[in-house]
């Protein structure tokens, strides 16, 4: 199980969280055949992979922008459990969380829940106004 949140650009809170099942890639970027849209300028169409190798989950910069972690940039690497990434130098940051899918993400007084659709449908698109 692995859990991607969306964190507020400014307080770093959780904003939108996706939780996905074993499955080998996860895609983040604009394009909408990525597991993972957020609607952002400096996200690319395929900016971020995420795979998992058998034993481990990598993340693969794809973005012309790069992804960044504690301000430097990166290509390729192993996730650590509650890892956080930046999207560009200036774009949207994600935390990444291994684990049991059934736990809760709470920040401060933030509550994170799934976007669903009327038809009960799980949405995966974000916009991001930066």
Do not use: C
Not at 34 to 42: C, D, P, Q, R
Not at 43 to 51: D, I, K, W
């Amino acid at each position: 199980m692995i859990t991607i949140t969306l964190l507020h650009p400014l307080q770093s809170v959780p904003v939108q969280n996706w939780t996905f099942g074993p499955q080998s890639v996860i895609r983040i970027g604009r394009s909408t055949d990525n597991e993972v849209i957020l609607y952002s300028a400096v996200v690319s169409r395929h900016h971020v992979e995420l795979r998992f190798n058998g034993s481990e989950w990598e993340i693969i910069n794809l973005g012309a922008n790069g992804t960044y972690i504690d301000g430097k940039r990166i290509l390729q690497m192993a996730v650590n459990d509650g890892m956080v990434i930046r999207l560009a130098s200036s774009g949207p940051k994600i935390q990444i969380r291994l684990g049991n899918g059934d736990q809760v993400l709470k920040q401060g007084s933030a509550e994170v829940k799934r976007s669903t659709h009327a038809n009960g449908e799980i949405n995966k698109d974000t916009y991001i106004d930066q």
